[in-house]
């Protein structure tokens, strides 16, 4: 999911309902997974201008729903409906800071020029224009 559109997991999520109703899933599943969706579309980073904040939520609701399948029916199930906070944040975070380490490492490496030409860069960029030194006269203080 975390790698489809808004809209292709939207469209997504209304066929699997369809589906499930269709397969007879128990109610109260059903009803989750509708209530996951709708926490989902009605949290204020769905409205966020930060891309990072819409894909944190698909890629939690991905997430969650994968987990939630391995635990149904075990003492580690829980309530799709009730939102991690927590853990949305986290996964916020962590596709931010990947964004970010994929940016640092797509900069390529600047190279300084010598030592010698950096110096006469700067020293004709100078703001303060010295008076040019005849080199055959001593000066004295």
């Known amino acids: 999911d975390e790698d489809h559109s808004w809209e292709e997991v939207s ?26 969706w709708l926490a989902i579309e009605t949290h204020e980073w769905h409205h966020n201008t930060s891309p990072f904040n819409k894909a944190a939520l698909l890629t939690y609701q991905a997430c969650v729903r994968q987990l939630w399948h391995r635990t149904i029916g075990s003492l580690a199930s829980f309530d799709l409906a009730i939102l991690n906070l927590s853990l949305l944040t986290k996964t916020q975070d962590e596709l931010v800071h990947n964004a970010s380490t994929a940016q640092i490492g797509s900069i390529q490496q600047v190279h300084l020029p010598p030592l010698l030409i950096y110096i006469s860069i700067l020293q004709s960029h100078s703001p303060q224009k010295k008076k040019k030194e005849n080199p055959f006269i001593v000066y004295s203080a």
């Open 11 to 36: 469209q997504a999520n209304f066929r699997m309902i369809n589906t499930m109703c269709q397969c007879e899933w128990a109610d109260v599943h059903v009803q989750m997974h509708i209530d996951l």
